[in-house]
């Protein structure tokens, strides 16, 4: 009997893990098993049995974890075709309605939007998002039918994670819960919720059904968190209470949730709660009052992811698919200029949001933790040319090449 073959290693050359000296770096089964300084090309190892390791010539750029985008709506997006006027309103139902009024009139289908926006966000070196699509009394199953196609085109270049978004709320049209719970049988991956209070006006009904759902299916959960002062501290002590109860830990998070962070006063508790029951947030880095603390949050233990939100749809102008970008505007919009803290927001950017889509990868260990690029780390990684991180976040360059499992997925900004 012929013993089977072991695959012959990729050999990442001459790359500089978070802007440090160069190494070449081994990878084996989509792992990284080694990594030593960067030897001369007469000293380049080969593969087991002599077989040559295929390389990818890091060309002395940085290396690093490849990005996670943790909150991004594929299925509302523009991206790429003619900019309209914004013609939303104030408030997420005025917001929802305006979107259900104008979602099925673009200039192309939905499916290739949703296609083209994560092929790109893959392109700029993102290779896990978690994405939201819509389902809803309006759109049926139509949007997720989407996004899980545009994620069966995309599933040798990442991890697409999707949450089933009441974004019409659970309670205000009949047979929205129904939607909810035929998306989780048709494939999405997580239950999403919606304002308890300020939407549908009964935190107790909508969590019911919400955590109910993720019991009845073993899955996780993301809700969307808008609501202001105390009443969005209220819904984030009940989501805390049902998370212990269920022992869901490592399992639910808050999307937004900015206004939890308005008085100084509460946050110190709020976050040893959410630590306590290891609830998640992800930040699109609204900036201005909707800061969220998200140095804060890591510092004391609380998994953070970042993430792009609807882009160029029809409730915001903003946003290109580029994580890189996001991750700028992120720091910028803390106030960050030492080096060390907008090296932090690309951890954030990139472990912090995979460790909230795969709760087995350690959550960040505070400002200062660098991780992702070390042996025994998954192989997905972006070659991204800069002096330092903080230069590549500044210039963002398209000098770019992602590795997904250890295999080249995107070079220059384009799919391989």
């Given at each position: 009997m012929t013993a089977p073959s072991t695959p012959a290693p990729t050999l990442v050359r001459d790359v500089r893990p978070w802007g440090g000296p160069p190494v070449d770096l081994t990878v084996t089964d989509g792992?990284?098993?080694?990594?030593?300084?960067?030897?001369?090309?007469?000293?380049?190892?080969?593969?087991?049995?002599?077989?040559?390791?295929?390389?990818?010539?890091?060309?002395?750029?940085?290396?690093?974890?490849?990005?996670?985008?943790?909150?991004?709506?594929?299925?509302?997006?523009?991206?790429?075709?003619?900019?309209?006027?914004?013609?939303?309103?104030?408030?997420?139902?005025?917001?929802?309605?305006?979107?259900?009024?104008?979602?099925?009139?673009?200039?192309v289908g939905l499916t290739e939007r949703v296609t083209n926006l994560l092929g790109l966000e893959i392109a700029h070196g993102a290779t896990t998002v978690r994405s939201f699509a819509q389902v809803d009394v309006d759109a049926g199953l139509e949007r997720l039918e989407a996004v899980l196609s545009a994620r069966e085109t995309h599933r040798d270049r990442a991890s697409v994670q999707v949450v089933a978004f009441p974004q019409a709320g659970l309670l205000r049209e009949e047979g929205s819960a129904q939607v909810l719970e035929d998306a989780l049988r048709a494939g999405a991956d997580v239950v999403g919720g919606i304002d308890p209070c300020t939407l549908d006006r009964d935190p107790v009904r909508h969590l019911d059904?919400?955590?109910?759902?993720?019991?009845?299916?073993?899955?996780?959960?993301?809700?969307?968190?808008?609501?202001?002062?105390?009443?969005?501290?209220?819904?984030?002590?009940?989501?805390?209470?049902?998370?212990?109860?269920?022992?869901?830990?490592?399992?639910?998070?808050?999307?937004?949730?900015?206004?939890?962070?308005?008085?100084?006063?509460?946050?110190?508790?709020?976050?040893?709660?959410?630590?306590?029951?290891?609830?998640?947030?992800?930040?699109?880095?609204?900036?201005?009052?909707?800061?969220?603390?998200?140095?804060?949050?890591?510092?004391?233990?609380?998994?953070?992811?970042?993430?792009?939100?609807?882009?160029?749809?029809?409730?915001?102008?903003?946003?290109?698919?580029?994580?890189?970008?996001?991750?700028?505007?992120?720091?910028?919009?803390?106030?960050?200029?030492?080096?060390?803290?907008?090296?932090?927001?690309?951890?954030?950017?990139?472990?912090g949001g995979r460790s909230i889509v795969d709760p087995t990868v350690p959550r960040l260990a505070g400002t200062d933790d660098r991780p992702g690029v070390a042996v025994g780390d998954p192989a997905d990684l972006v070659l991204v040319a800069g002096e330092t991180v903080t230069s590549a976040v500044m210039d963002r360059p398209s000098d770019r090449t992602v590795l997904r499992a250890g295999h080249v997925v995107a070079d220059g900004l384009e799919l391989v």
């Open positions: 792992v990284i098993t080694g990594a030593s300084p960067t030897a001369p090309y007469a000293e380049e190892p080969g593969g087991p049995a002599g077989a040559p390791a295929t390389v990818v010539e890091g060309r002395g750029r940085l290396v690093l974890p490849a990005f996670t985008d943790a909150h991004c709506h594929l299925d509302s997006n523009r991206v790429g075709l003619p900019f309209r006027p914004h013609t939303g309103g104030p408030g997420v139902w005025t917001m929802m309605l305006n979107d259900r009024a104008h979602w099925r009139e673009a200039e059904i919400v955590f109910g759902l993720a019991e009845k299916y073993g899955r996780p959960v993301d809700i969307h968190l808008h609501e202001p002062g105390d009443l969005g501290l209220f819904s984030a002590d009940l989501i805390v209470e049902r998370t212990l109860a269920l022992g869901m830990q490592g399992n639910v998070l808050i999307s937004h949730g900015y206004a939890l962070f308005d008085d100084p006063t509460k946050v110190g508790g709020l976050l040893e709660r959410l630590a306590e029951a290891d609830i998640a947030m992800a930040s699109v880095a609204p900036g201005g009052k909707s800061r969220v603390p998200v140095d804060q949050l890591t510092g004391a233990g609380v998994r953070v992811g970042l993430g792009q939100d609807g882009q160029r749809d029809y409730w915001s102008p903003y946003g290109n698919g580029d994580m890189l970008d996001r991750t700028w505007q992120l720091a910028f919009t803390m106030g960050h200029r030492a080096d060390d803290l907008i090296e932090h927001a690309v951890a954030v950017a990139t472990r």
